[in-house]
Nanobody, 128 residues
Framework: QVQLRESGGGSVQAGGSLRLSCASFGHASSDYIVAWFRQAPGKEREFVAAIRWSGASQYYRDSVSGRFAISRDNANNSVYLQMNSLQPEDTAVYYC?????????????????????WGQGIQVTVSS
């Protein structure tokens, strides 16, 4: 059973930066996709970025590409989301999610329903 735990959220002014961390416990498979989602009040949960546990492949939603960077530290079983040039519209609860994925499958699942494991979520607030 995989458990995920987010940390690093908080409040920042527009233009500022935050770094989110996702620690993974009980990680058994050799390849996972780990993703970040976010959910603003009154809105659906949306995909932000994803990374494969093996290899260097990453995938981003268009609105964060060039501002956010996802990375991983296999030795510490952690995935990070560096968020720069934050804007008020980035305000949301951010979730870490994961699911095992065959190495030969190169597609990027962006639907929240596909992911099997979720963290509890962490608040990010960007003020103007």
């Amino acid at each position: 059973q995989v458990q995920l735990r987010e940390s690093g959220g908080g409040s920042v002014q527009a233009g500022g930066s935050l770094r989110l961390s996702c620690a993974s416990f009980g990680h058994a498979s050799s390849d996972y996709i780990v993703a970040w989602f976010r959910q603003a009040p009154g809105k659906e949960r949306e995909f932000v970025a994803a990374i494969r546990w093996s290899g260097a492949s990453q995938y981003y939603r268009d609105s964060v590409s060039g501002r956010f960077a996802i990375s991983r530290d296999n030795a510490n079983n952690s995935v990070y989301l560096q968020m720069n040039s934050l804007q008020p519209e980035d305000t949301a609860v951010y979730y870490c999610a994961a699911r095992g994925r065959p190495i030969y499958d190169a597609s990027w699942p962006t639907a929240s329903s596909w992911y099997a494991y979720w963290g509890q979520g962490i608040q990010v607030t960007v003020s103007s």
